[in-house]
């Protein structure tokens, strides 16, 4: 079973659509239950909108002690604000994360393009990923493959080797992390056409 936390934030439908596209004999639900998230096989920890709002949530909605014991053991996969939770702090609120993964979250800091022009805050739209080397995760999905993103902060790991990914914005930043049974993404790749949809199908059938 593939448990989506459902703790009032981030569109989680399209989220579950795009499970049942690419496992049709896998049940999803979507749950705000902590029962069903330590029953479930696989956890996805989704979101949008503000670290702060997020973060409160998680923790009123009863969910917070579930998701930390999914990940001491269970494949997890963070999407969007997801990811960021997993992290120490971020300066969005001055909020304490879930502390999962070293580092913090930043916003992006003001720049130009090559036409120096100002870069837009949200970050919004499609944009390339580099690959920081092999991952079952990837597995299908070419390097520097387009995926959709809606963000203003980016993590900022403090262990480089759980970067697994890079995009280009305002500088570099890191796009998606991976730590033993964790694996996030910055992007959403239920809005990513097949590299988003290969993704999720490869986290169904990923055995950390």
């Not at 670290?51 to 999407?79: C, F, Q, T």
């Amino acid at each position: 079973m593939i448990a989506i936390v459902d703790f009032g934030m981030g569109n989680l439908r399209s989220v579950a659509q795009a499970f049942a596209r690419v496992a049709p004999d896998a049940p999803v639900v979507v749950t705000a239950e902590p029962a069903r998230i330590d029953a479930a096989d696989r956890i996805v920890l989704p979101g949008q909108g503000a670290m702060p709002d997020a973060m409160r949530s998680l923790a009123a909605s009863g969910l917070e002690a579930a998701v930390l014991r999914a990940a001491r053991s269970k494949p997890v996969l963070g999407v969007c604000i997801g990811e960021q939770m997993l992290f120490d702090w971020s300066e969005e609120g001055d909020t304490a994360g879930l502390g999962l993964l070293r580092g913090r979250v930043v916003r992006f800091a003001e720049a130009t393009d090559a036409q120096g022009l100002r870069r837009k805050i949200p970050h919004m739209g499609w944009n390339q990923v580099r690959q920081s080397g092999s991952h079952p995760l990837w597995d299908g999905i070419p390097d520097d493959a387009w995926f959709y993103f809606v963000h203003s902060y980016h993590v900022v790991p403090g262990d480089a080797a759980v970067v697994a990914g890079q995009t280009d914005y305002c500088g570099t930043f890191t796009s998606a992390v991976a730590q033993d049974n964790i694996f996030a993404t910055q992007f959403h790749p239920e809005k990513s056409a097949a590299a988003g949809l290969q993704l999720y199908a490869n986290f169904v059938s990923w055995n950390p």
